[in-house]
């Protein structure tokens, strides 16, 4: 039996021996289940050649995949195929346009679809495929400058299993009474508004603006562990209508917006390749989606990883004039250098997934594409440097608490600084 890897490189070999015929057929549904194994899913009104190919197709997949395919109900005519996809993340197959993969999958969440930026306000994710870089400490600096110059910011801690935003922007006796995750599991009894004039508060380290800030969770977390294992689940407002989870996040969000009418949500997203990620990125409308990363090879590995799934689903169009590179924790010694090696390895994996291929008589087009040394380009990084002074202290609220030198800020995290600010004036 073939690996879970080899599954669609066999299933291409077999549709390529039939590419002819597959032409005939309005669309195929390949359906790839929990366990890694396949059905073919076709319209119930196909003609009965065309389910002979289908059938025929099916067998032979059979063949080479072994016990991937069962040997009942390897095909299912369906009367509703748009119906049967339609909760699934899917993609079309390399070179079948009327060949989709569909996947089922344990969560719900799909790094695949990526929804419209937001309108209501400027929705900024700070993101990073590891932890350990420095990323809620970079945006706890950046919304305490972007107050200093007067603006109003909402912070939102998504890393929900592990937190630690709060402590860098609120004392503990200013955090409100409950966090996301009270919400998330009051909202699926239709219970969030009596929750959520509780779930903010307003950080004292703001002087000329003001912060925001929405924790994972309360001044007293409660059964945080128990709660946190239902605030994945989807809302059944009834047996035909449910609302997934990233869904309601939204829905938080956009009360909240209307509410503290901030001018900027700088949002903390969860390291890794997992559920809170995905939403995150995909499902909120972010106008930015700001990568922090280490020049190490687990970091390019990782986006690597992500940008194929991307290029594999289609998405990436969709997704890639928002992301952005941050080079974070540059250190002190050779700075320069490490800078050098970092964007060269950062373009590399933007051009080998992201990026368009530019032919060779083409000089001038509209192509997404990037030279390694052009600053426009996502792949170019924004630059956080490691300070020793602020890498000493408990935390980043007892930092700006002692009322740390702007220039000092601006020296670690001005690339970064500047960078939201352009999003913020220009509407970018």
Not at 80 to 85: A, H, P, R, S, T
Not at 146 to 159: F, N, P
Not at 262 to 278: H, Y
Request: hydrophobic share 40%; proline share 4%.
């Amino acid at each position: 039996m073939k690996t879970f890897d080899e599954i669609i490189p066999e299933i291409i070999k077999v549709l390529q021996v039939r590419s002819l015929e597959l032409q005939n057929i309005d669309k195929l549904i390949i359906n790839r289940d929990l366990n890694g194994r396949i059905r073919l899913l076709a319209d119930e009104n196909t003609t009965t050649n065309n389910k002979k190919i289908i059938n025929g197709i099916a067998e032979s997949m059979a063949y080479i995949l072994g016990d991937r395919i069962p040997n009942k109900e390897r095909v299912m005519y369906e009367s509703y195929l748009d119906e049967v996809i339609k909760n699934a993340p899917y993609f079309s197959l390399t070179g079948f346009n009327n060949v989709i993969i569909a996947d089922r999958l344990l969560g719900e969440t799909n790094w695949g679809n990526i929804l419209p930026i937001n309108n209501k306000s400027h929705r900024i994710v700070f993101y990073s495929i590891k932890g350990g870089v420095g990323r809620s400490t970079a945006l706890a600096a950046t919304a305490w400058a972007l107050a200093e110059e007067g603006k109003k910011v909402l912070v939102i801690d998504m890393d929900l299993e592990s937190p630690g935003i709060t402590s860098s922007l609120l004392p503990p006796e200013k955090s409100p009474m409950y966090g996301i995750v009270d919400w998330l599991v009051e909202d699926l009894i239709n219970n969030g508004d009596i929750v959520f004039s509780n779930i903010f508060s307003l950080s004292d380290l703001s002087r000329n603006g003001e912060i925001f800030l929405v924790p994972s969770y309360g001044k007293n977390p409660g059964e945080y562990i128990s709660k946190i294992g239902r605030a994945w689940m989807s809302n059944y407002i009834s047996p035909e209508n449910r609302e997934l989870w990233q869904t309601r996040m939204d829905r938080l969000i956009q009360q909240l917006e209307t509410n503290l009418k901030p001018d900027v949500v700088l949002i903390d997203s969860r390291a890794g390749i997992d559920e809170i990620s995905a939403a995150c990125i995909t499902s909120l409308g972010a106008e930015a989606v700001l990568l922090f990363s280490l020049d190490t090879d687990q970091t390019w590995d990782g986006y690597t990883i992500l940008f194929d799934h991307w290029l594999k689903t289609g998405a990436v169009k969709d997704i890639r004039e928002r992301l952005q590179i941050v080079g974070a924790l540059i250190p002190e010694k050779e700075a320069n250098k490490y800078k050098e090696n970092f964007n060269e390895r950062s373009w590399d994996v933007f051009t080998n997934k992201l990026y368009d291929k530019i032919p060779a008589d083409v000089s001038d087009s509209d192509l997404f594409s990037f030279d390694r040394d052009d600053e426009e380009g996502p792949h170019y990084p924004l630059c956080v440097y490691w300070n020793r002074g602020l890498e000493a202290l408990p935390n980043m609220y007892q930092s700006l608490g002692q009322n740390i030198n702007k220039d000092h800020v601006r020296l670690i995290f001005g690339d970064l600084i500047a960078f939201i600010k352009d999003i913020i004036g220009n509407g970018k």
